[in-house]
């Protein structure tokens, strides 16, 4: 059972930076992948950005975080992180740590998931 923890989140004023962080425990050396996930205030849930282990591994990061985000991941492959500059109000939201199976080049299917950590960005 993989479990994983987030840490990082707050409340920053729009333009502000946060970085986010995640720790996985029982990793299953089959999960190809990890990833940024998060809920907004309205309830959607959305996709921020992919990691797909590996030398054809492939990043994949949400239009609307592109340019401000960077996930980056430690070579031991059970932690990864999430930069977040110039953050804006809608990026407000619940944020989740995933862990899962990849195909090729990127990221297939999340089959595990942490608790979440809050981002709050005010005007």
């Known amino acids: 059972q993989v479990q994983l923890v987030e840490y990082g989140g707050g409340s920053v004023q729009a333009g502000g930076s946060l970085r986010l962080g995640c720790l996985a425990s029982?990793?299953?050396?089959?999960?190809?992948?990890m990833g940024w996930w998060r809920r907004t205030p309205g309830g959607e849930r959305e996709v921020v950005a992919t990691v797909r282990h590996g030398a054809r591994g492939k990043i994949v990061y949400a239009d609307s975080v592109k340019g401000r985000f960077t996930i980056s991941q430690a070579n031991a492959r059970n932690s990864v992180s999430l930069e977040m500059n110039r953050l804006k109000p809608e990026d407000t939201a619940l944020y989740y740590c995933?862990?899962?199976?990849?195909?090729?080049?990127?990221?297939?299917?999340?089959?595990?998931w942490g608790q979440g950590t809050q981002v709050t960005v005010s005007s």
């Open positions: 995933a862990s899962g199976r990849g195909g090729r080049n990127y990221c297939l299917e999340f089959t595990s």
């Open positions: 029982g990793y299953d050396q089959l999960d190809h992948c």
